[in-house]
Each structure stands twice: as structure tokens, then as C-alpha cells.
């Protein structure tokens, strides 16, 4: 038998004893194009970049359409590597599947955009690109799993996994051909939804710009790989429902919302100016809405009334927050519930713009107790006038009036609060307007109680008051204020995308909770 020669420097020959020999040395060729030291082809690179798989033509014309040419991330070539490192295992999670913490070889964290202080949506692609191959801020896909959502609307729930068999952020789909994976929420509570760009690209002017205006990358929406766009900002449940109405699934529409998870929806559809595709929900969803406390959730559903157009419960909430708060120490108002939320620094109630509408609300309603208080006090310094007796008798008019008048000063003083008139009063007064309208009350009760003519003549001063009792409601019909011309064309317009319909404000009933007698607990005034 013939030796076998491996160097490739023997004779050939013809025997069938030198067949195995031939076979071997044509292997042994093309190993050499692997890279054996005696070859001649150019060596293969491990980490260069893989060549782009040809996509067959199909009948549609174009590449993008999500029936064609969807390899898995295993065909692709792992990013943001070099020849200093070590090769990385690909991942064989799809790209159909990709999770925002996909473990996907090669990925470099990618730092969210910020754009006067609101993050942005970023569009990450999963498609290897040259330029930015071991640059920083590269396309990112890789963070901290997250909890995993109950499938209520019934949409099919993927679990891809990573090579390490870990869990990964399922995948609820809208759409099984879906060409888009939105990434929503936080990185603690990330949900993601395959969904169809076409359909979101046809509901709102903002999804079309993110996704086909000017300023997105059509590598990023190539049908060959993985699109996904990252969406921290915006509350899962509530991108849920409005997934559900742009894919036409109205089976599983809830008929009733709490005030968070509606204040979530108004803010993601205004944010995505989707306000119009809900417009026959949310006047269902706005009326279930329970009274709301005084306490600080009343904000948000003060924002959910701006935000839809809804005047009349927007004034209503308005005069509640102005008749309830009173003044810290440092000057700035808060709720008489919660004295120690400082609502200044919240960025919600800044963005909503109410602090200063706030402010000169509540003063206003002060001045108009103020008012009240000043025109009965110089009825009674008045000789000329009988205020306080219910008696004909003229005697009995004036010592009336005089032992009111010394009632009402001397209940002033006891409570050092009242400052004899002085200008400015009401903006040094802490208490909230509907605690002075109480504690007035109490000035006059105190003044008949101490008042002499009730003993001296028995029943006959029954009826006497130093002034008629003032009243919540009257203070607050006296301090409204007209919306102006330009926040009446702002409710018209929310209310027209919103479908609520725009009623001009009806008087203002007080809540039975919020009246106080003369009987409750205040607390101490000053000035």
C-alpha cells in the first residue's frame, strides 16, 4: 500500500491503493482557504462583518414587507466587537422576538436621549452596522428583565429565551406579522408588543414621523432584522388599550378606569396625539370616575380634565383645591390634609400650570371674605343704623348694637387673628378660606353668647346678630372669574378630540364633606 502524503509535495498516483490519498489532499485544500499556514487564499477574519443575506424578490416590490426574508439574530454577526476581544456567542434568540434585555452578544449600553428634560423615543435596530461597529452609542438591547404582564386582551404571549435559558420580557403580539417591537416602560416594568407599523403609522402624525418622517433611518425598518423602538416614558397598561383599538380589537375594552391608570391614557395619547382614536370611550370613562379627595391624587384629576376638555369639572376641582388649601411657613400653599407635600417642586403640577392660577384663586376668595368681615364691622360702628337688634324698640336698638359691636371686638381679640382692618390682611392669613368662613362663624356666635341683653330682657334678642352668617358659597360665587377667551378656545379644542361635549360651567355645589361647622377643630390664624 501506498504511503499517504499530507505535504501535497508527493507523486501523484493512478493505483486505487492512492484514492483515499488523493480525497485526503483535496480536504486538506480546503482547509487551507480556513487559514492553513501554507495556503494561498486570504485568511477569514472571525470578527469582520458578515456580508448582508440577498433577499429574494417577491411581488410586493420592496424588502420591508414583514411575510419576506426574516432571518434570526444566529445569521447575523455579533456587533461592537474587535479583534482584542474574545469571539461572543451569538444569540439565537429571533429577531422577531427581541427583548429590550435580550442578552445579544456584542451589545454596548445605549444612554437614553433626553430632550428638555423629557426622554425621547429611541429607535434601536438590531441590524449590524459598520459605522458604529465599537463606538459608543451603539444600539442597545440589553437590560434588567422585567415582570411579566397577565395576557387580559388574550394576544399571544411568546417566552424567548437567551442561550443562559434565561426569561426575557415576553412579547405580547397584536399582529403575528408584525414588522415593530415597542419596548414600553421602565426598566424594572418593561412589556413588549409586536405590532404593526403600517397601522400606527395611519393613526397619528406622530407615530408616522417617528417611524417614516424625515428624521427616522430606513435601515432601522428593513424587513431583514429586528425593529424596535423604546418607549420608557409611556405606562404599559396603557399603551396596551390603545394597541388594542389601532389592531381593531374592541372585544376586550375596559368599561371602567381608575383615576391613575386613566391619568396614564391621557397622558400617553396626548404625548403620541392619539387623543381623537378614543373619542368614544373616554366620556364613559371620565363619568365613572369617583369624586375626587382632598388630597394630592386631586392633581392628577385635575390634569385628566385639562388634558380633555372637560371645563366643567376642571373649575369645579379648580375651586375645591382653592377653598382647601392654606399657607406653610415658607409662603407656599399646600393641602390642608397634607401640610408637608411640598407641591412646588412636583414636576407633574409644573408642567400643568396651575400653582400661580392657585395662588391668585385662593386670594381672591380671602378678599372676599375680607369684604364680608369689613362691611359688617362698619355697619356696626355706625350709630346711624340698626344692624343686630330684631326689637322696634329704639332703646333697645342701640344698647343692641353696642353690646354686639363690644361681643365682636372682644371675640376679635381673643383670637388674635383679626388686625383692626388693615389693608393686605387676607395674605397673611395661613388657614385655608373655608376654615375663615368657619372661624367668622365663630366670632359671631361668640358675640350673641356674650352680649347682656340676651339675660336682661329674656327672649326678645333671640334673633339678634351682629351680621348675617356668611356663607362658603356665596364667598366663592363673589371670587369666580371668568375663563378667558384663549382657555375657552383651549377647551374647545381638547374637547373636540376628545368628543366630550363643552358646557358652560354650572354654579358650583359644595361637597357636604367639605363644610365645617363651628363645632370642628381650627387652626390658629394670623395676622
Request: net charge negative; with cysteine.
Amino acid at each position: 500500500m501506498g504511503k499517504i502524503d499530507f505535504s501535497g509535495n508527493g507523486a501523484d498516483r493512478d493505483s486505487d491503493s492512492d484514492r483515499p490519498a488523493k480525497r485526503l489532499r483535496a480536504a486538506a485544500t480546503q482547509l487551507d482557504a480556513l487559514g492553513s499556514a501554507n495556503s494561498t487564499a486570504p485568511a477569514i477574519n472571525p470578527f469582520s462583518s458578515a456580508r448582508e443575506v440577498p433577499v429574494s424578490t417577491n411581488p410586493f416590490g420592496s424588502t420591508d414587507h414583514p411575510l419576506f426574508g426574516r432571518p434570526g439574530l444566529s445569521n447575523l454577526t455579533p456587533f461592537g466587537t474587535s479583534a482584542s476581544q474574545p469571539r461572543p456567542e451569538t444569540s439565537s434568540v429571533p429577531s422577531d422576538f427581541l427583548a429590550d434585555n435580550a442578552a445579544v452578544a456584542g451589545s454596548s449600553p445605549r444612554a437614553e436621549t433626553v430632550l428638555y428634560g423629557l426622554h425621547r423615543a429611541e429607535t434601536v435596530s438590531v441590524k449590524h452596522d459598520e459605522s458604529t461597529t465599537g463606538q459608543e452609542g451603539g444600539n442597545n438591547v440589553g437590560q434588567e428583565p422585567g415582570e411579566q404582564p397577565s395576557p387580559e386582551n388574550g394576544a399571544e404571549i411568546v417566552q424567548p429565551k437567551t442561550e443562559e435559558d434565561a426569561v426575557t420580557n415576553p412579547i405580547e403580539s397584536f399582529d403575528d406579522h408584525g414588522n415593530l417591537t415597542l419596548i414600553v416602560g421602565k426598566a424594572n416594568a418593561q412589556v413588549n408588543f409586536r405590532v404593526c407599523s403600517y397601522s400606527l403609522r395611519r393613526v397619528s402624525a406622530r407615530w408616522h414621523d417617528l417611524l417614516y418622517g424625515p428624521s427616522s433611518d430606513p435601515k432601522d425598518r428593513e424587513g431583514l432584522h429586528g425593529w424596535v423602538v423604546r418607549l420608557p416614558e409611556d405606562d404599559p397598561e396603557a399603551m396596551r388599550i390603545v394597541l388594542r383599538v389601532v389592531h381593531g380589537d374592541l372585544s376586550n375594552m375596559p368599561v371602567i378606569l381608575s383615576q391613575d391608570a386613566l391619568s396614564h391614557l391621557t397622558a400617553l395619547c396626548e404625548r403620541h396625539n392619539m387623543v381623537g382614536l378614543l373619542k368614544p370611550f373616554w366620556g364613559g370613562w371620565v363619568d365613572k370616575l369617583p369624586e375626587p379627595t382632598l388630597d394630592p391624587t386631586i392633581f392628577q384629576h385635575l390634569g385628566i380634565a385639562k388634558k380633555l376638555g372637560h371645563l366643567q369639572r376642571y373649575m369645579n376641582i379648580l375651586i375645591r383645591i382653592r377653598y382647601s388649601s392654606q399657607k406653610r411657613p415658607d409662603g407656599r400653599l399646600c393641602l390642608e390634609s397634607h401640610p408637608d407635600v411640598d407641591l412646588y417642586n412636583d414636576p407633574y403640577l409644573q408642567k400643568l400650570g396651575i400653582l400661580k392660577p392657585w395662588e391668585n384663586g385662593r386670594l381672591r376668595m380671602l378678599h372676599a371674605v375680607s369684604i364680608e368681615l369689613r362691611a359688617a364691622l362698619d355697619k356696626l360702628l355706625n350709630p346711624a343704623v340698626t344692624n343686630c337688634c330684631s326689637s322696634k324698640r329704639q332703646d333697645w336698638q342701640q344698647t343692641c348694637d353696642c353690646a354686639m359691636l363690644g361681643g365682636v371686638y372682644r371675640a376679635l381679640h381673643g383670637k388674635h387673628w383679626y388686625s383692626g382692618g388693615a389693608q393686605n390682611w387676607e395674605q397673611s392669613l395661613t388657614v385655608s378660606v373655608r376654615q375663615l368662613v368657619a372661624m367668622i362663624d365663630e366670632i359671631r356666635t361668640a358675640a350673641v353668647g356674650d352680649s347682656r341683653m340676651r339675660r336682661k330682657q329674656g327672649d326678645a334678642h333671640m334673633a339678634c346678630t351682629p351680621w348675617t352668617p356668611i356663607c362658603l358659597t356665596d364667598i366663592i360665587r363673589m371670587s369666580a372669574c371668568e375663563i378667558s377667551p384663549s382657555g375657552k378656545a383651549y377647551f374647545e379644542r381638547r374637547a373636540k378630540k376628545s368628543g366630550l361635549d363643552v358646557l358652560a360651567p354650572e354654579p358650583y355645589v359644595i361637597p357636604a364633606e367639605d363644610m365645617l361647622s363651628p363645632a370642628q377643630p381650627l387652626s390658629n390664624a394670623s395676622g
